[in-house]
Every structure is written in structure tokens, then in C-alpha cells.
């Protein structure tokens, strides 16, 4: 209910939100998966979800607003000093508009 209303929110697809979710292989993404490191780096997806703020020319403070959240935390985010939970997870892919398997991968 709450990924329906913000992706309505911010006029996104819903079929489409989802679907990227089932096609985690989709070959607009680049596969940016380290060999050295199979787990979860918090430094990798913090320099992810940069370059793709970055990439839609959105500030931190813009990017904090969409998420109802404060700038420092996405600062937090964005230096690996702190991971999100699964739902603000969510709700930064869907912004960023990508799978949240792109994100953690």
C-alpha cells in the first residue's frame, strides 16, 4: 500500500516498478557486482545510489524530501556510515528509479 502511493506520488508505474523487481538481469543495468566482495558493502551503495541522485541532477536535500527523510541521514547513506531498512530501501528505488536488487547488488 505505501510503494502504490508513492509510486503514484511520484508518477511512477507501478507495473513497471515491479516488474524490475522480477527482471533483476535487465541489461539497462550494469552489472556492477565485485568479485572481491560477494556481500553487502555499505560504501558500494552509497557510491550507487550518489551517482544515480547525481545522474537525475537531484540535490541531497531534494532527494531527502522525496523520502521524507533529513539530508544527513542520506549523507549518512551516501558515505557507507549507515544502511537504510527494507522500506526506506524501497522507497529509494523507487525515486531513483531502479530495481532495489540494483541497489544492493
Do not use: H, W
Not at 523520502?67 to 549507515?82: H, M
Request: net charge negative.
Amino acid at each position: 500500500d505505501g510503494i502504490v502511493k508513492l509510486c503514484k506520488f511520484f508518477d511512477i508505474d507501478i507495473d513497471d516498478y515491479f516488474a524490475n523487481f522480477i527482471d533483476i538481469n535487465q541489461s539497462n543495468y550494469p552489472n556492477k557486482k565485485d568479485e572481491k566482495n560477494n556481500g553487502f558493502n555499505p560504501f558500494d551503495f552509497g557510491n550507487t545510489i550518489r551517482e544515480l541522485r547525481l545522474s537525475m541532477n537531484m540535490s541531497t536535500q531534494e532527494f531527502a524530501e522525496r523520502l521524507g527523510t533529513s539530508e544527513r541521514i542520506i549523507q549518512y547513506y551516501e558515505a557507507g556510515q549507515r544502511t537504510p531498512k527494507l522500506d526506506m530501501l524501497i522507497n529509494i528505488a523507487c525515486v531513483l528509479k531502479v530495481p532495489a536488487s540494483y541497489l544492493l547488488s
